[in-house]
């Protein structure tokens, strides 16, 4: 009789061998590792994925309930060629520096009295200039085309009589005391220039603590104001010093 070693099976023998059942078993526990493994996974991610979702839901809720962190900001942009500066206001709800922390950005709203007043006078200044003496007096205009018949003829006929003012909530905004600041024109003459300032009273001349840049759309502030005589280059050359606040 013939005898086969063991573990191995002779021709037409059923079943499996010692070793045949060694190998499935090391198969099973790899593929069943493998299987474990990315349960693992699964759940991880699936677990931060809920942290995550948890977290976000939080954030949103601050927004809704006016409990997320407030802040204002200057946010510069390049466009064609030249830097743009938007002032605005965001808000951030969640853990700055993480995934979580949610933001949006809305710009302030600008300030519209001073190019509203700017874009009258140098609309009426057109006007006036381009008519004869004897056009302008027909028009009830008070005679030349100088700073203080301009400034006369926008205030009573533009405004009521009355200069506007700043917005209080404009000044609050910025430290400022809410007070009644009157807005006013300045006509350079010899410059054929119309520059924007505001003060606390509505005479004419003198200082004035609130000088508008139109060139950038801001209002400058200094407590010991600056004299609204001076041709615009030197006032705009004036408002670079350090001690001038630009208000956003």
Known sequence: MKKTAPGIRGRGADGTTLVEAVVGLAVLVLILLMLYGGFLVANRVF?????????????????????????????????????????????????????????????????????????????????????SQAER????????????????????????????????????????????VYVKPFYDEARDEVYVYAKGDETPGGAARFVYHHEENAWYYRESGVAMNLPWPVLRSQLAAADWKILR
């Open 137 to 180: 007096a027909a028009n009830g205009y008070p005679g030349a085309v100088n700073n203080e018949n301009l400034r006369a003829w926008v205030r009573d006929h533009g405004y009521g009589g009355s200069w506007p003012s700043l917005d209080k909530a404009f000044l609050q905004r910025n430290g400022l005391a809410a007070e009644t």
């Open 47 to 131: 677990g931060e994925g809920n942290a995550f979702r948890s977290e976000v839901e939080a954030a949103f809720a601050d927004l809704e309930k006016g409990a997320a962190r407030t802040e204002e900001a200057a946010i510069n942009l390049a466009l064609a060629g030249s830097t743009v500066t938007v002032a605005g206001r965001y808000e951030m709800a969640g853990e700055a520096g993480t995934k979580t922390a949610l933001y949006a950005f809305s710009p302030l709203e600008r300030e519209k009295a001073a190019p509203n007043l700017r874009a009258a006078c140098l609309e009426w200044l057109g006007i006036f200039t381009a008519m």
